[in-house]
Nanobody, 120 residues
Framework: QVQLVESGGGLVQPGGSLRLSCAAS????????MSWYRQVSGKERELVAA????????NYADSVKGRFTVSRDNAKNTVYLQMNSLNVEDTAVYFC?????????????WGQGTQVTVSS
């Protein structure tokens, strides 16, 4: 059974930092590309950052480049999102997602998300 469990969200002041974690199970984590998405109520879920299965290749949305860093620990089946210089526009529920070519349905699996609120 595939599981994605996000944690690490919370309330932070503008300019602050948070580190999100996503613990994964039920699929070969080291073979999967992992992504972070975020969603504001009433809006579409948007891709924030992604890290490929091999080579450490990463991609970021323009709005977070230079502030967010995605990383993974394959030994712990965990992907992280380090968020620095947070601003109010980063307020959202953050979700992780996995993709593996041999399990197409994996991309439709979502965890419960973790709420990030940036406010003074």
């Amino acid at each position: 059974q595939v599981q994605l469990v996000e944690s690490g969200g919370g309330l932070v002041q503008p300019g602050g930092s948070l580190r999100l974690s996503c613990a994964a199970s039920g699929f070969p984590f080291s073979s999967a590309a992992m992504s972070w998405y975020r969603q504001v109520s009433g809006k579409e879920r948007e891709l924030v950052a992604a890290i490929m299965a091999t080579g450490g290749v990463t991609n970021y949305a323009d709005s977070v480049k230079g502030r967010f860093t995605v990383s993974r620990d394959n030994a712990k089946n965990t992907v992280y999102l380090q968020m620095n210089s947070l601003n109010v526009e980063d307020t959202a529920v953050y979700f992780c997602n996995a993709r593996w070519r041999y399990m197409p349905a994996l991309a439709n699996t979502w965890g419960q998300g973790t709420q990030v609120t940036v406010s003074s």
